[in-house]
C-alpha cells in the first residue's frame, strides 16, 4: 500500500514539473463572409527564432492543432491567398490555446498592367499562368531592408533563411536556396557553396523590380530552377529625343545599428546614346535588440554600375551592362550550424558581371 501511494505522489509530480509541451488550435474563417478558410498555411516560431519550430495546414472546416509547443510565448503567421497576413503573439507559458477564432481580412491581388519578362518574353502580369509576385520600384521605396530577400518578407508563400543582418536567402513553399534560381538581369548568379548571401550582394539602389516565379521553372530555365526563380532587373538609362541629364547625392544613418550608407546615381543621354553610371557604400555596427546587442552582426559592402547603350545604325543597338558588389567583414550572428562561442564570418564576397547585346 506505502509503494502505491509513493508511485501516485510520483506521478503527480512528474506532470507538474515545467517542461511540458503545449497545443494551439484555431479556427480561421473570412472576416467579411465569416465562412471558414480551408488550406490556410500557419507557422509558429518560438521567441526570437528565425526558423519555424511547427507549421500546418487548416482543413475543411478551417480548424487547425499544432501540438508540441513550447511553454512560452509563441510568433504565429497565417497566410491565404487573397487575404492579409495575420501575425500575433501568443503565451502558451500557464496553459493550452484551444479553439482561438481567427479572421483574415480580403485582400484583392493585384493584377494590373504590369509587363514582366520572368518567362523570358514580355507579358501581361494577368496573363501570365505562372504563379508570379512583382515588386516595382514604388513598393521597393516604402520598405526599409537590408538585403533584396528583405524586400519579399510579406509576400505569400515566400519565408527568410538568414545566416545574419546580411546575409539573407529566401524559402519559396518549403525549397531553399539550393532550388531557386537567381537572375540579375537575365544573368545567374551563382556562388561556390550554398551559402544564402545570393540576394545580398544586390545593391537595393540599383533595382528597379523584382519578379518571383513560385513554382517549377526548370522547364523554362533549366537545372536549378525547381523551387522558383527570383527575377532581379536592375535601373538603367533611356533614350530620347533631345539630350537630357538627371543625378542624386544621398545618404541614410540608421541608429539601430550605426550604420550610415551613401548612394549616388547619374544619367545621360539623346536619342542615340545613353549612360548610367550609380553607386554605394554602407557600414553598420552590430544592431542593438530588445534584448541587447546581437553580437558579430556588422557587415560593410559597396557596389558599382555601369550601363550603356548606343545605336550605331538603324534598327542597331548595342548595350553593355557592368556591374560590382564587394562585401568585407560580413558578421554570421549565429543559429544552428554555430556553437555560441564560434565567430564566423563571410571574410570577403564579391558578385561581378559584365555582359553585352
Avoid: C
Avoid at 335 to 341: C, D, L, T, V
Wanted: no cysteine.
Amino acid at each position: 500500500m506505502l509503494k502505491l501511494i509513493f508511485s501516485f505522489i510520483f506521478s503527480i509530480l512528474l506532470v507538474s514539473v515545467p517542461g511540458q509541451t503545449r497545443i494551439f488550435s484555431g479556427k480561421i474563417s473570412e472576416s467579411e463572409s465569416g465562412l471558414p478558410l480551408s488550406g490556410a498555411h500557419i507557422v509558429v516560431w518560438a521567441p526570437g527564432g528565425d526558423y519555424p519550430i511547427r507549421r500546418t495546414i487548416s482543413g475543411k472546416d478551417g480548424d487547425f492543432m499544432l501540438a508540441g509547443l513550447p511553454p512560452d510565448t509563441i510568433r504565429v503567421r497565417i497566410s491565404y491567398i487573397g487575404h492579409k497576413f495575420y501575425q500575433a503573439e501568443f503565451s502558451l507559458a500557464n496553459a493550452d490555446m484551444i479553439g482561438l477564432p481567427i479572421q483574415l481580412e480580403y485582400s484583392p491581388v493585384p493584377v494590373g498592367e504590369v509587363t514582366v519578362n520572368a518567362l523570358l518574353q514580355d507579358m501581361i502580369l494577368k496573363d501570365v499562368s505562372f504563379p508570379v509576385s512583382v515588386l516595382t520600384g514604388s513598393d521597393i521605396g516604402k520598405q526599409a531592408a537590408v538585403t533584396a530577400s528583405d524586400l519579399l518578407r510579406n509576400e505569400p508563400g515566400i519565408e527568410l533563411a538568414r545566416d545574419g543582418i546580411w546575409a539573407t536567402s529566401l524559402n519559396i513553399r518549403g525549397l531553399t536556396e539550393q532550388r531557386i534560381l537567381i537572375l540579375v538581369d537575365g544573368n545567374r548568379i551563382e556562388t561556390a557553396t550554398d551559402i544564402t548571401a545570393g540576394l545580398s550582394m544586390v545593391d537595393l539602389n540599383d533595382i528597379e523590380r523584382i519578379e518571383v516565379i513560385k513554382g517549377p521553372a526548370s522547364s523554362i530555365y533549366g537545372t536549378g530552377a525547381m523551387g522558383g526563380v527570383v527575377n532581379i532587373i536592375t535601373k538603367s538609362g533611356f533614350y530620347n529625343h533631345d539630350f537630357y541629364s538627371r543625378g542624386s547625392i544621398s545618404g541614410t544613418y540608421n541608429t539601430v545599428n550605426q550604420m550610415h550608407a551613401e548612394n549616388l546615381y547619374l544619367n545621360l543621354g539623346d536619342s542615340l546614346w545613353y549612360v548610367y553610371a550609380g553607386g554605394s557604400h554602407r557600414d553598420a555596427s552590430n544592431t542593438s535588440t530588445p534584448e541587447g546587442e546581437l553580437l558579430n552582426s556588422q557587415f560593410r559592402d559597396y557596389s558599382i554600375s555601369l550601363r550603356a547603350g548606343i545605336k550605331p545604325l538603324p534598327n542597331h543597338e548595342l548595350k553593355l551592362n557592368y556591374q560590382r558588389f564587394v562585401a568585407a567583414d560580413v558578421g554570421i550572428s549565429g543559429g544552428s550550424p554555430f556553437p555560441s562561442s564560434a565567430v564566423a564570418t563571410y571574410p570577403v564576397e564579391m558578385r561581378q558581371l559584365f555582359s553585352g547585346v
